[in-house]
């Protein structure tokens, strides 16, 4: 079993920054590959970035260039840096760990970009 716990979600002005941060235990955080989803209201939820556990990240194409996935396995954490932010990344963000048949979520952060 893998916890997850999201923090850093916030309300924020469009341009501004945010990074989001998801705290693991449980199990062995580095054998897994974690992602951030992401769903707005109405909508299905979508992957926003993942990175694996040899390290190699993928974005969803509205996001690239203005997010950042890490991971920093001495500590279980994962993070997602967000900059540039618009209206449309308003959404309840989530963490994802995944590893075979395994699959945890988090509870969820909610972000919010409004002027």
């Known amino acids: 079993q893998v916890q997850l716990v999201e923090s850093g979600g916030g309300l924020v002005q469009p341009g501004g920054s945010l990074r989001l941060s998801c705290a693991a235990s449980?199990?062995?955080?580095?054998?897994?590959?974690m992602g951030w989803y992401r769903q707005a209201p109405g909508k299905q939820r979508e992957l926003v970035a993942i990175?694996?556990?040899?390290?190699?990240?993928h974005y969803l194409n509205s996001v690239k260039g203005r997010f950042t996935i890490s991971r920093d396995n001495a500590k279980n954490t994962v993070y997602l840096q967000m900059i540039s932010l618009k209206f449309e990344d308003t959404a309840v963000y989530y963490c994802?760990?995944?590893?075979?048949?395994?699959?945890?979520w988090g509870q969820g952060t909610q972000v919010t970009v409004s002027s």
């Open positions: 449980g199990s062995i955080f580095s054998l897994y590959d």
């Open positions: 994802n760990a995944r590893r075979t048949v395994e699959n945890y």
């Open positions: 990175i694996t556990s040899d390290g190699s990240t």
